[in-house]
């Protein structure tokens, strides 16, 4: 049990203000998320130092392409989320409480770091798995640490943080993959029991600091697949993160209470092929598609990764991220060398 932070009092009530749920917890309860409790007298983190899972990943796999590709990542998470995804993938962790379940382990900021720095294809760590801003208090502690270590950070989450918070996690996270479930208020409020303009404004602000991020966005069949929401999301990305915003379109499979069938892969290369028209770099996931893995340059199309599932081999660029053949930057160094 730990002290959770972004709490204020609202009249005689206390108030998480960690996200834009803004919940008012009453006393022995916890908030949407499952994981912050009024234990009386003042909210606390259930989780702190508490985790589900922790393995060493490809960090393309999280997905990021375009941040230390080839390398390895620490992957770290516990359990809770603040959406409630009618199609979540890892439901068992996000969608529970330290109640119900049973297979927490306990470990130290110290024991994370070591992990970490265990293995010399690492580049850092990635907080994952569930949703990592539940999870801040403990997350901006082993990030210090990170940090003071050469290691870099990494939050994959759903992007539904207020500013405050947003705000310091930029202080201290090097890179964010985020997850842009559709481009529709009414998908949000119906499928995560959230809302969209949270999300949109903390892509924006990510985007116009110094960190890096990339985007995913799930299509799911006769949810959030019509062409005209698609485009405008890109043309969205487009205007305010810049042509060169990664952006990866990931393939529905059923999952946790949507039975819907999977993205039929000809809505994935019709999606490809519009997105393309507007940024850089477009990537396919969860398909076994020709397309859309490795990476080209831009300005001359040579291939400079090459990507098999999560084997990468990247031998297009100069040490500074340049393209060998035109020298067009695809890699700023501070993501590579």
């Not at 405050?164 to 996690?169: F, G, I, Q, S, V």
């Not at 305010?240 to 994935?268: A, D, Q, W």
């Not at 490795?294 to 300005?299: A, G, L, Q, R, V």
Request: proline share 4%.
């Amino acid at each position: 049990m730990h002290k959770a932070a972004y709490i204020i009092q609202n009249n005689s009530n206390l108030q998480c203000v960690l996200c834009p749920h803004n919940c008012i917890i009453k006393s022995g309860k916890v908030g949407i998320c499952g994981v912050r409790r009024n234990s009386g007298n003042e909210i606390v983190t259930d989780v702190y130092n508490k985790i589900s899972a922790m393995h060493n990943d490809p960090i393309e796999k999280k997905p990021l392409y375009h941040f230390f590709p080839g390398k390895n990542i620490l992957s770290v998470g516990s359990i809770g989320c603040n959406l409630k995804c009618k199609f979540c993938q890892n439901w068992e962790i996000s969608q529970t409480s330290c109640n119900e379940y049973n297979y927490l382990k306990s470990i130290t900021v110290s024991d994370i770091i070591a992990e970490a720095k265990n293995d010399p294809n690492n580049a850092g760590i990635a907080y994952t798995y569930n949703e990592p801003t539940v999870w801040l208090e403990f997350m901006f502690d082993i990030a210090k640490e990170a940090k003071q270590s050469n290691l870099k950070n990494v939050m994959v989450t759903n992007g539904f943080i207020n500013k405050e918070p947003l705000a310091e996690l930029l202080t201290i996270i090097d890179a964010f993959s985020v997850d842009l479930k559709a481009f529709k208020e009414s998908f949000y409020k119906a499928q995560t029991f959230s809302s969209l303009k949270p999300v949109k404004q903390a892509i924006t602000t990510i985007a116009k600091s110094e960190k890096f991020i990339e985007i995913t966005n799930l299509i799911i069949p006769g949810l959030n697949d019509k062409t005209q929401d698609f485009t405008e999301l890109i043309k969205w990305i487009k205007n305010e993160c810049g042509i060169n915003t990664v952006l990866h379109i990931s393939r529905f499979f059923p999952n946790y209470k949507m039975n819907i069938s999977p993205t039929p892969e000809k809505t994935l290369l019709n999606f490809y092929n519009i997105a393309k028209n507007e940024l850089n770099y477009v990537y396919l996931g969860n398909t076994n598609s020709k397309v859309g893995h490795d990476t080209f340059c831009p300005n001359c199309g040579r291939k400079v990764i090459k990507r098999m599932r999560y084997d990468t081999i990247v031998d297009g660029l100069d040490n500074a991220g340049n393209c060998l053949n035109c020298n067009f930057n695809i890699l700023p160094p501070e993501n590579y060398s």
